[in-house]
Nanobody
Framework: QVQLAESGGGSVQAGGSLKLSCAAS????????MGWFRQAPGEEREAVARIDSDGNTFYKDSVKGRFTISTDGVKITLFLQMNSLQPEDTGVYYC?????????????????????????WGQGTQVTVSS
C-alpha cells in the first residue's frame, strides 16, 4: 500500500508564500496522476491543482498564476508552491495520488470529480493565512 506524507504547512500573513511537499513511499512509478485539495472550515473539499506523469496540469481558477504544482523524481515527491497567499487560501491541504494512470484516463473512467476515488490520500497539512 502506497502511503503519502505531506509537509510544509504553516501560518503566514497575506502576500506570503509556502511550499507544500508530499512524498510517496518507496515505490517507483511510471504513470500517475497526483493532486492537491483543500478544505476550509465548514466547506467542502475542493480540488486546487493536479499533475500527471506527462506533465499535464490543472489549476483551480482562483490559484492560477499564484500556485505552481510540480513533481520531482521517479520515486515521486509532489510539490505545491503557493505565492501571494490570501486568507481565502486557508484550509487543510491534502495530497492525493493514483499510480495506475494519467489524469485524463482516470477522468474518462471515473469522471472529473472522482479521479482520486480509487487512489491514496495523505493526512493533510494546515495552511493558515492571516490578513
Amino acid at each position: 500500500q502506497v502511503q503519502l506524507a505531506e509537509s510544509g504547512g504553516g501560518s503566514v500573513q497575506a502576500g506570503g508564500s509556502l511550499k507544500l511537499s508530499c512524498a510517496a513511499s518507496n515505490y517507483f512509478f511510471m504513470s500517475y496522476c497526483m493532486g492537491w485539495f483543500r478544505q476550509a472550515p465548514g466547506e467542502e473539499r475542493e480540488a486546487v491543482a493536479r499533475i500527471d506523469s506527462d506533465g499535464n496540469t490543472f489549476y483551480k481558477d482562483s490559484v492560477k498564476g499564484r500556485f505552481t504544482i510540480s513533481t520531482d523524481g521517479v520515486k515521486i515527491t509532489l510539490f505545491l508552491q503557493m505565492n501571494s497567499l490570501q486568507p481565502e487560501d486557508t484550509g487543510v491541504y491534502y495530497c492525493a495520488a493514483d499510480f495506475t494512470s494519467r489524469c485524463e484516463r482516470l477522468a474518462q473512467l471515473y469522471g472529473d470529480d472522482n479521479i482520486f476515488n480509487g487512489g491514496t490520500w495523505g493526512q493533510g497539512t494546515q495552511v493558515t493565512v492571516s490578513s
